[in-house]
């Protein structure tokens, strides 16, 4: 089936990306892959900054500075993160551990 570029909404995976791709441009900053990965990343940085609170004798408090980068990689998290942690995942095969590489 070849696919008419005029006719690419009805290829779409669902009338979000499709019909309605114009009027749900907003919804990408929270719904796409990207965004997905980023929350991803949040999560990821909060458990380790938990982990390293909880008096476990493997992993040292992390001091406030070093708190700071890695709340950084939240703050700054860009679309070129998310491409790279897609290019991880090509490796690993799993989508979670991609992040926690990156």
Do not use: C
């Amino acid at each position: 089936m070849q696919i008419d570029e005029q006719l690419s909404h009805l290829n779409a995976l669902s009338p979000l990306d499709g019909r309605y791709a114009s009027r749900g441009q907003a919804l990408r900053g929270v719904l796409s892959e990207a965004a997905f990965m980023a929350h991803r990343v949040e999560v990821e940085v909060a458990w380790l900054i938990g982990l390293s609170e909880a008096g476990l004798p493997e992993l040292a408090p992390f001091s406030q500075a070093s708190r700071a980068e890695l709340r950084e990689l939240i703050d700054n998290f860009s679309e070129r993160d998310a491409a790279l942690i897609k290019e991880i995942e090509k490796t690993t095969n799993h989508d979670v551990k991609a992040v926690e590489y990156w």
